[in-house]
């Protein structure tokens, strides 16, 4: 298969949305903790990190979701936990892609139950016509139709992280 990649948002559109969230965060925090769910949100996280003025921590998870290759079967579990305790602190947790929204809703309700000061989800995209649980997000970079999106951390075959920019993945037969 041929792969090809068209720009959906370009590089300086993505890095001056991140700079509306970052802007939002310093205006209602002192101090924030994210969360970063490995691998995708690292080059959102990054960037994100890099534009907020208050106080910074980072920690990271990663989990897996279990299915049958084709279909998740719904059921997701940690591969790696939390280095640090999220006791009182404002954490933040960031995501690169919203899709089924079976990760953030389980990573969601474990981060609940450990007592942190305040719990918010942001992600980079949000594709809301994949959606099977409802998730609750507070604040989201942009909303995008359901194409195959790589670039800013998203993958395909591990491939095409390091985009500087959004973009729509197309196979065709060689
Ligand atoms: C992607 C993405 C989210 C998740 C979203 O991760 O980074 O974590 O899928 O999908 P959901 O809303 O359907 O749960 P993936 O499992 O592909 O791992 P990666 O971050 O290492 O690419």
Redesign the pocket.
């Known amino acids: 298969m041929k792969e090809a990649v068209s720009v959906l948002i370009k590089q300086e559109e993505v890095e001056k949305r991140i700079g509306e969230m970052a802007a939002e965060i310093n205006g209602k925090y002192d101090a924030v903790h994210l969360i970063g769910?490995?691998?995708?949100?690292v080059f959102f996280l990054c960037e994100l990190a890099k534009r907020i003025t208050i106080p910074v921590t980072l920690d990271f998870i990663?989990?897996?979701?279990y299915g049958d290759g084709t279909t998740?079967s719904g059921i997701?579990k940690f591969n790696k936990d939390l280095d640090e305790s999220i006791e009182g602190k404002n954490v933040i947790v960031v995501?690169?892609?919203?899709?089924?929204?079976?990760?953030?809703s389980y990573v969601k309700s474990v981060l609940e139950g450990r007592k942190p000061a305040s719990l918010s989800v942001i992600t980079l995209l949000d594709k809301p016509d994949?959606r099977?649980v409802p998730?609750e997000l507070d604040m989201t970079g942009f909303v995008i139709p359901d194409e195959f999106v790589v670039g800013y951390?998203?993958?395909y075959a591990q491939k095409y992280?390091n985009l500087p920019y959004i973009g729509v993945l197309s196979l065709t037969e060689e």
């Open positions: 769910i490995l691998k995708g949100s990663s989990v897996s979701s998740s997701v995501e690169d892609i919203l899709d089924s929204g079976r990760t953030l994949r099977v998730v951390g998203l993958d992280r």
